[in-house]
């Protein structure tokens, strides 16, 4: 029975309602204003964001250790990242995303191995720099191939005033055309990872642009197509797959990062012509200092799904020249019959399921249009670490009437699932296991589920295959709640 966009707005209204009733007043009058629906024709989604996670609610953002290290600095993979503190951070960071590089770990790549400073109690009393100065040292003798050494601060750094810019000045002129740098991200500032973000896109403008010679990489020859590619993780070789896209329509990359990214790439991309912004919520503070100092326009693009590789593989072509839009049309044209084979094997199945999105970054709206060109349906979505200008953006992907929760608690969560009951849902590690055990279909999106690449059209076809993989398998039909299962 279909359902008008009215009733599924009450509908919504109402679930939002139930939600808030299991918070004390107080609290319920705060988390009102993270959830909602979206009214067609309004600027935003109507939902505040970046505002504190309130004590108790189980959030499932991360921290700004989290946002530097773990998302922008470490899948540099010619660098060294010092996790600066105590084990357990770098530990947890040291799964990485599956952030795919070419090189030989341990030799001249190091993005999977884990280096940290291990404090321990007399540290905390006695400080950390003595310490830091003699792992630089050990670094530099075990590792001589690495390029750079990042120290990506924990949160004891900032409570007992390591000083690490001046051990990284320091240790950079005891290796003189070394780069090291400070990361000042401890993981209490600001109220999520999105300012970890921030703080590493500051570093790199600091310790990376600011200091280059322009003088020394005279090999370096600049060409009229030269873009870089910013913000793409390589999450299961995502950034490959656009650079095919990129590469046939005649453009040069001449930088890509931070997956399979390298500091001499991150030194090249100033000579761009025009960089290529994927994940709008992590790079874009660089890309606005890049256009405000070396006048480098950028653009956003997404290359989730058919539809939305078109559009933007065209919006790419307008800043150049007949002969790049005419590629990119050549380009499109090509693979339209892979496309049109992907729909004609999954749409009849996947044709009108639903889906309920919770992720980091900007894809609870970038997936959003892969989704529709397989016939599903997204209703409901939100952000861990959103922005109120990331859900102006998300705007242009979700229907009238949609469910939308920021930061949602693990609470409303599982009980948005429970009532809506959406065929698939798509979200992180912390989701996943709670979902599958209550029989139902899960995704996880911040790593594709050990799957990839979702990016450009070999990525779509696989991106298919895995949401119909995970809806068609029969073993949901067989599974059953532990906590509802009979005696």
Same mark, same amino acid.
């Given at each position: 029975?279909s ?6 707005k009450a ?15 107080k609290m319920?009058?705060?988390?009102a204003?993270?959830l909602?629906?979206?009214?067609d ?7 505040k964001?970046? &505002?504190? %996670? ?5 959030? =499932?953002?991360?921290?700004?250790? #989290?946002? $530097? *290290?773990?998302?922008v ?10 996790s600066?503190?105590p084990?357990g951070?770098g530990?947890?960071?040291w ?21 940290t ?7 905390i009393?006695?400080?950390g720099?003595?310490k ?5 040292d ?5 590792f001589p191939?690495n390029?750079g050494?990042? &120290?990506? %601060? ?5 409570? =007992?005033?390591?000083?690490?810019? #001046?051990? $990284? *000045?320091?240790?950079s002129?005891q290796y003189?055309?070394h ?8 993981g209490?500032?600001?109220?999520s990872q999105?300012?970890?973000h ?10 990376i642009f ?7 990489r ?19 070789g995502?950034?490959?797959s ?9 453009l ?8 399979d990214?390298s500091?001499?790439?991150l ?5 761009a012509?025009?960089?290529?912004l994927?994940c709008?919520?992590?790079?874009n503070?660089?890309?606005r200092h890049?256009?405000?100092k070396?006048?480098i326009?950028?653009?956003?693009y997404n ?6 590789i ?10 150049f020249?007949?002969t ?8 499109i ?5 892979l496309?049109?084979?992907?729909n ?7 044709q ?8 980091g ?5 970038h997936?959003i249009?892969?989704y ?7 209703v ?6 959103g ?5 102006q953006r ?5 229907n009238?009437?949609?469910l ?13 699932v429970?009532?809506i ?11 996943k ?10 995704r996880q ?11 450009g059209?070999d990525?779509?076809?696989?991106f ?5 993989m995970?809806?068609s398998s029969?073993?949901?039909g ?8 009979t005696?």
């Amino acid at each position: 029975m279909s359902v008008t966009v009215e009733e599924r707005k009450a509908a919504n209204k109402a679930l939002i309602e139930e939600v808030l009733k299991a918070y004390p007043e107080k609290m319920a009058k705060r988390r009102a204003k993270h959830l909602g629906t979206f009214d067609d024709g309004k600027p935003d989604c109507g939902v505040k964001s970046n &505002i504190k %996670s309130l004590p108790g609610v189980m959030t =499932i953002r991360g921290c700004a250790y #989290a946002g $530097s *290290k773990g998302v922008v600095w470490g899948p540099i993979k010619d660098m060294i990242h010092i996790s600066h503190g105590p084990v357990g951070c770098g530990q947890y960071s040291w799964g990485a995303r599956r952030n795919y590089y070419i090189g030989t770990t341990g030799i001249d790549t190091f993005v999977t191995m884990q280096f940290t400073s291990d404090f321990q109690e007399k540290d905390i009393v006695f400080g950390g720099d003595k310490k830091l100065d003699k792992i630089i040292d050990e670094i530099q003798e075990l590792f001589p191939l690495n390029k750079g050494i990042s &120290i990506q %601060s924990e949160c004891p750094i900032g409570l =007992i005033g390591d000083d690490i810019e #001046a051990v $990284s *000045k320091k240790k950079s002129v005891q290796y003189e055309g070394h780069t090291i740098l400070p990361v000042r991200c401890e993981g209490f500032r600001g109220v999520s990872q999105s300012l970890g973000h921030h703080l590493a896109n500051d570093a790199i403008r600091d310790w990376i642009f600011d200091k280059a010679d322009p003088d020394k990489r005279p090999e370096f020859v600049s060409t009229p197509y030269d873009v870089a590619i910013i913000g793409d993780y390589n999450i299961g070789g995502d950034a490959w797959s656009s650079r095919i896209l990129l590469e046939e329509i005649g453009l040069r990359v001449i930088a890509q990062w931070s997956g399979d990214g390298s500091i001499a790439e991150l030194e090249n991309t100033p000579k761009a012509k025009l960089n290529l912004l994927h994940c709008y919520r992590s790079m874009n503070y660089i890309s606005r200092h890049m256009e405000e100092k070396y006048r480098i326009p950028w653009v956003e693009y997404n290359f989730f799904g058919p539809s939305m590789i078109e559009k933007s593989l065209r919006e790419i072509a307008s800043h150049f020249d007949d002969t790049i839009k005419a590629n990119a049309e050549r380009v499109i044209a090509k693979y339209r019959p892979l496309v049109d084979a992907v729909n004609t094997k999954f749409r009849a199945r996947l044709q009108d399921k639903t889906v309920m999105l919770f992720v980091g970054g900007m894809r609870p709206c970038h997936v959003i249009s892969a989704y529709e060109d397989l016939g599903m349906n997204v209703v409901c979505t939100g952000y861990q670490f959103g922005h109120n200008d990331d859900y102006q953006r998300t705007t242009h992907y979700v229907n009238d009437g949609t469910l939308i929760y920021d930061d949602v608690t693990g609470y409303d969560f599982e009980t948005f699932v429970e009532q809506i009951q959406p065929d698939l849902v798509g979200s992180g590690i912390k989701e996943k296991y709670l979902f599958q055990k209550m029989g139902v279909p899960f995704r996880q999106m911040h790593s594709w589920d050990y799957s990839g690449p979702y990016h450009g059209c070999d990525g779509y076809a696989i991106f298919a295959r895995d949401m119909d993989m995970a809806i068609s398998s029969p073993v949901w039909g067989l599974a059953k709640a532990p906590w509802k299962a009979t005696p």
